[in-house]
């Protein structure tokens, strides 16, 4: 068996070495290192596969989420409603731009932002709701964008873990997520399910006035050269990594299907264990694209059981350990535990196991066979 990795680039990188490599070195030789040609090349294929009127892309998936924010025209104060369970980036540029985060709770089942307990959270003061595809399993977008309807409200999709999803709305009609919301964001940060060999990120939107500011503002503010309209940033992809970026967009589809055999076969291994909760992996829809394949143990001590894993040889990740309502950069007196009880239940009993596109069968077993060992003990 090989060495188990909990992200396998090197075993990606070589299916695509001399793709990767020629177009590495042509933007070498072309010194177009900035805004080169393969920049907007990339940018026009994504919006293609999307399915999505712009992509703008940018220097990182942080970057996306504060300048998509910059460009809806938020105000001081203005409350923004996004999951207490993610990473800390989507609170972040909330909390940089002075508006005012407002954290709540998530559903048990998909780790994804509870619906109920957004509605609760919506005050007059409210103006977007970012809801994040965590672990690539797509969000109850028709749930969110009835009340962003119903409340006049923005909705931003944090789209940072997954790229290639598709929600299938209660009309049958397939979209990618990213391309659901206002405006939508991703990064290509090297694990991510489409990542660079460095930072990048992007933004989507299918609104071409929002396209246009959000333009500008990743160009200092600029619309005309030297004519700084709005406060902006410096905010690019660089021309190498949208070359990466190029090389890998055609193997997107077949690189997600590859996480979700391998969810499948993790799932079907612990299905029938009590004390495992394993995430829905359905046959024939692909609304999840597996950045993560997260578990949940009943009692069983969870930190025991990644230290026995480690001691075995496999790395996993705890994603994520501390609730944002609870880390102290975000911590806010008008929030209240008895507010949180799935995201608090969360951080102590989750796992995720190694999840990438080069997971060979007799590795899954031998994680399967260590993690059941382990709870049944
Ligand atoms: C990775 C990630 C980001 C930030 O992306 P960077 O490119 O690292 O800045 C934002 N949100 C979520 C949910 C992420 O997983």
């Not at 046959?283 to 997260?294: L, P």
């Not at 009692?299 to 480690?310: E, F, M, P, S």
């Not at 994520?320 to 929030?335: G, T």
């Given at each position: 068996m090989k060495k188990i990795q909990m992200v396998d680039l090197k075993g990606q990188y070589a299916t695509i070495k001399e793709r990767v490599d020629s177009s590495i070195a042509e933007v070498i030789a072309n010194t177009a290192f900035i805004n080169g040609p393969e920049v907007k090349s990339f940018q026009t294929e994504l919006e293609a596969y999307l399915g999505v009127k712009h992509v703008i892309p940018c220097a990182n998936g942080t970057d996306a989420l504060q300048i998509a924010l910059m460009g809806l025209g938020l105000e001081q104060g203005d409350e923004v409603i996004t999951a207490d369970f993610t990473f800390a980036a989507t609170v972040e540029v909330i909390a940089l731009l002075k508006l005012t985060p407002v954290l709540v709770d998530?559903?048990?089942v998909d780790f994804n932002i509870d619906i109920e307990a957004i509605k609760r959270a919506i005050t007059p003061k409210t103006k977007a709701i970012v809801p994040v595809h965590l672990f690539g399993r797509a969000a109850n977008m028709d749930a969110i964008m009835d009340l962003a309807k119903e409340h006049n409200l923005f909705v931003i999709e944090d789209n940072a873990q997954g790229i290639g999803s598709n929600y299938t709305g209660r009309d049958g009609k397939k979209t990618k997520t990213g391309g659901i919301g206002h405006v939508g964001t991703t990064s290509f940060f090297p694990s991510k399910n489409l990542g660079c060999y460095g930072d990048g990120g992007a933004i989507f939107t299918n609104d071409d006035d929002l396209a246009h500011t959000i333009r500008g503002v990743v160009n200092h503010g600029m619309y005309v050269r030297y004519h700084h309209d709005v406060v902006g940033v410096n905010s690019r992809l660089d021309s190498i990594q949208a070359a990466v970026l190029r090389a890998k967009l055609p193997h997107l589809d077949s690189y997600n299907k590859a996480r979700r055999?391998?969810?499948?076969?993790?799932?079907?291994?612990?299905?029938?264990?009590?004390?495992?909760?394993?995430?829905?992996?359905?046959?024939?829809?692909?609304?999840?694209?597996?950045?993560?394949?997260?578990?949940?143990?009943?009692?069983?001590?969870?930190?025991?059981?990644?230290?026995?894993?480690?001691?075995?040889?496999?790395?996993?990740?705890?994603?994520?350990?501390?609730?944002?309502?609870?880390?102290?950069?975000?911590?806010?007196?008008?929030?209240?535990?008895?507010?949180?009880?799935?995201?608090?239940?969360?951080?102590?009993?989750?796992?995720?196991?190694?999840?990438?596109?080069e997971l060979e069968d007799d590795q899954i077993a031998f994680i399967t066979k260590t993690v059941i060992d382990f709870v049944n003990k």
């Open positions: 998530v559903d048990p055999d391998a969810a499948r076969k993790y799932t079907e291994a612990f299905m029938s264990n009590k004390k495992i909760i394993t995430p829905i992996v359905c046959d024939s829809c692909d609304c999840h694209v597996f950045h993560q394949y997260t578990l949940r143990v009943v009692d069983t001590d969870r930190d025991a059981l990644v230290a026995h894993l480690n001691e075995n040889g496999i790395p996993c990740g705890v994603y994520y350990p501390i609730p944002l309502h609870s880390q102290k950069a975000y911590k806010d007196e008008r929030y209240n535990e008895a507010d949180f009880p799935v995201t608090n239940a969360i951080v102590k009993d989750c796992i995720s196991l190694p999840m990438h596109t």
